[in-house]
């Protein structure tokens, strides 16, 4: 028992004396899990009274959380989260552009509403504009949590910092990054395994632009790699799978790795091809 009050103490002291509190995840992951509900799902029926009281109820979730992020008073949290739900007009709009886009672009799909209610690409596009809203307002921690829920349930990790236009589409999605610094135009389409990072990692680089830049109408192709933040993709670009960029294309270029089939007429191999790894 003694070694448990002890621990109790130490678990104490470290709270009372951390210089960050952090916010719970939970709570982060309910207001996702609420704003997408309310501007996509069913929840709140259609009544503008009811819906103004789930707008309430998210409002005063949030509230606390921008209180101990920003370590503000409840005026300063209440203004934050103010400004958010103001923005959130303008972030729906954009959320039906991307869902129509990535509808008009993907023959699999037979509806704007399977988009929005089956698609991890535009799941993880909704939870970035709401994250992205918050980081522009300067709030630690809580766009990083949105966007950590978003990279958990459906493997895409877009930093909140990434400015991203309407309409923006995001196909299968699976280990897609997207990093802080990223710009990305309208109308672009990337496929699953896409990177567009850092080729600098130190911390000296860390206020820079550190990650590309993708404009308009570009397609980025299934494992493609883009990293800098001096490497700018040309609009209209096509970018090959597998493809490693570490330097700018100019507008309508098409980047591609060429392989070369092989065709043995032999059951006889002239070279070793069993690897053992």
């Known amino acids: 028992m003694e070694s448990l009050e002890e621990f109790a103490r130490f678990i104490y002291k470290i709270k009372r004396d951390s210089l ?4 719970e995840r939970s709570h982060a992951e309910r207001i996702i899990d609420k704003l997408m509900t309310l501007l996509f799902g069913q929840g709140c029926s259609k009544n503008e009274f009811m819906i103004t009281g789930c707008l309430d109820t998210v409002k005063q979730e949030l509230c606390p959380m ?16 103010d400004s958010f739900f103001h923005s959130l007009i303008s972030v729906y709009n954009l959320l039906l552009h991307d869902a129509s886009f990535i509808e008009a672009s993907d023959p699999a799909t037979n509806s704007i509403d399977e988009v929005i209610i089956t698609y991890p690409g535009f799941y993880a596009i909704a939870v970035h504009r709401f994250a992205h809203e918050l980081y522009k307002l300067n709030i630690p921690y809580l766009p990083r949590l949105m966007s950590e829920y ?9 930093h909140p910092g990434a400015a991203i236009s309407s309409p923006f589409a995001i196909d299968h999605g699976t280990g897609v990054v997207i990093g802080e610094t990223c710009i990305i135009g309208k109308e ?15 911390k000296a680089h860390a206020s820079k632009k550190r990650h590309p830049s993708i404009g308009d109408a570009v397609v980025l192709y299934a494992g493609c790699t883009i990293l800098g933040g001096n490497t700018e993709i040309g609009h209209h670009s ?3 799978g597998n493809v490693w960029l570490t330097a700018s294309v100019a507008p309508y270029s098409v980047v591609m790795n060429t392989a070369r089939n092989r065709i043995q007429n032999s059951p006889i191999l002239d070279e070793a091809m069993d690897w053992v790894i």
Do not use: M, N, W
């Open 188 to 202: 672009v389409k990337v496929y699953q395994g896409v990177t567009l990072g850092a080729l600098a990692v130190e």
């Open 238 to 240: 096509i970018i090959g």
């Open 20 to 23: 960050a509190v952090i916010p």
């Open 150 to 158: 978003a990279h958990s349930r459906t493997g895409i990790d877009i």
């Open 66 to 81: 921008i209180k101990v992020c920003c370590k503000t008073d409840d005026a300063g949290a209440e203004t934050l989260a």
